[in-house]
């Protein structure tokens, strides 16, 4: 099977897949479907893609699709497994923050499990934060909006290296969203 064609079914099987796990879901502070975030996810990567090599393209387009599906739905890593084999589902779990610990302590572990992947977990974090640097919702103030700014600034420091492309996509889109975003109040 060449490369283009695995590439194509493995994205036609994720995205099915995350549209029936998502289907209720809209987009925090919108009346849009879940799945535009997880769109533009994917997209991140595909472009990525055409900059940079990797190992693994399928990898990446797959765990891009399904990155939330973890952490936002009921599935969970043992049907993950079965539909898509151990290493997608490793690669999830590890973009999956932990919620068994206290909130400042979840992102920097997750970082941490991100780091011992495959470059392409690193690359899917980086699309997800480019993703997320839109017009926060309406309900977040002004700390909450420089706290999302400073992690993004973690997540650039930490994963940059791993994809040259994205990481000035996410340094690209970090300033822009600061210099729109971080004079914004209650």
Same mark, same amino acid.
């Given at each position: 099977?060449?490369?283009?064609?695995?590439?194509?079914?493995?994205?036609?099987?994720?995205?099915?897949?995350?549209?029936?796990?998502?289907? +209720?879901?809209?987009? &925090?502070?919108? +009346?849009? &479907?879940?799945?535009?975030? *997880?769109?533009?996810?994917?997209?991140?990567?595909? *472009?990525?893609?055409?900059?940079?090599?990797?190992?693994?393209?399928?990898?990446?387009?797959?765990?891009?699709?399904?990155?939330?599906?973890?952490?936002?739905?009921?599935?969970?890593?043992?049907?993950?497994?079965?539909?898509?084999?151990?290493?997608?589902?490793?690669?999830?779990?590890?973009?999956?923050?932990?919620?068994?610990? &206290?909130?400042?302590?979840?992102?920097?572990?997750?970082?941490?499990? *991100?780091?011992?992947?495959?470059?392409?977990?690193?690359?899917?974090?980086?699309?997800?934060? *480019?993703?997320?640097?839109? &017009?926060?919702?309406?309900?977040? +103030?002004?700390?909450?909006?420089?706290?999302?700014?400073?992690?993004?600034?973690?997540?650039? +420091?930490?994963?940059?290296?791993?994809?040259?492309?994205?990481?000035?996509?996410?340094?690209?889109?970090?300033?822009?969203?600061?210099?729109?975003?971080?004079?914004?109040?209650?």
């Amino acid at each position: 099977m060449n490369g283009s064609y695995q590439l194509q079914i493995g994205y036609n099987t994720a995205w099915h897949f995350a549209a029936k796990a998502h289907k +209720d879901q809209k987009l &925090p502070g919108s +009346d849009l &479907p879940y799945l535009v975030h *997880i769109g533009w996810v994917a997209g991140e990567i595909l *472009i990525a893609l055409r900059h940079e090599s990797v190992s693994d393209s399928t990898l990446a387009v797959q765990c891009a699709i399904l990155h939330d599906v973890l952490e936002d739905t009921a599935v969970d890593y043992d049907t993950l497994c079965k539909e898509f084999g151990r290493k997608v589902a490793d690669g999830v779990a590890a973009l999956t923050k932990d919620a068994a610990l &206290p909130k400042d302590q979840r992102m920097r572990d997750s970082l941490e499990r *991100i780091c011992a992947m495959p470059k392409e977990i690193g690359m899917v974090k980086l699309a997800d934060r *480019i993703a997320n640097l839109r &017009p926060p919702p309406g309900f977040w +103030d002004g700390r909450r909006i420089g706290e999302y700014a400073d992690e993004a600034q973690l997540i650039l +420091d930490k994963l940059g290296p791993v994809s040259p492309y994205l990481r000035q996509r996410l340094e690209i889109k970090l300033m822009e969203y600061r210099a729109k975003f971080s004079n914004q109040s209650a």
